[in-house]
């Protein structure tokens, strides 16, 4: 991201608009002032491809510099949710793995230990209506906020 104008989440096939980090560079702003162009312009043109839209127009141009975030901290939500095997929190216990011979059994990885990083932002997307996301959320304890009230998770020493 230092030598970048934008970087954003990668959506398997394109930048992912909902989370996208902007330098207050020139060219960031372009970007901005693109999407809202295109979008101005006919109403089925969404934020997301917009956005690559203007990544693609600007891709030309000497200095401009468009970058994906690192994708096992910033990932989006058909990946974590529905691709991943390994979809624990770091307050969940994480599966065990069985080798043979010998039937030595040792814990996986698990998000937070040295060699397994966690996600900084998960994109909830792929999932139609806001309360399927929230409940996606609460399914993987992601979900910290309830009517009103703060909800406090067990600390694990």
């Not at 058909?78 to 039937?103: A, Q």
């Not at 990885?109 to 397994?116: E, F, I, L, T, Y």
């Not at 966690?118 to 609460?138: G, L």
């Amino acid at each position: 991201m230092l030598n970048s104008d934008i970087a954003t989440l990668w959506d398997k096939f394109a930048y992912n608009a909902g989370f996208v980090v902007v330098r207050p560079t020139s060219y960031g702003r372009r970007v901005y002032e693109l999407i809202r162009q295109k979008t101005a312009a006919s109403n089925k043109v969404d934020d997301q491809t917009a956005l690559n839209g203007a990544i693609r127009t600007l891709q030309s141009r000497k200095g401009f510099a468009a970058a994906i975030l690192d994708v096992r901290r910033y990932v989006c939500g058909v990946d974590y949710f529905e691709s991943s095997v390994d979809r624990w929190t770091p307050s969940s216990p994480p599966p065990l793995i069985t080798s043979t011979p010998g039937n030595d059994t040792r814990r996986r990885p698990r998000c937070g230990d040295d060699d397994a990083p966690c996600p900084t932002v998960v994109h909830n997307n792929w999932i139609v209506s806001r309360e399927a996301k929230v409940y996606r959320f609460k399914e993987h304890l992601m979900w910290m906020y309830d009517k009103g009230r703060q909800l406090q998770l067990n600390k694990h020493d």
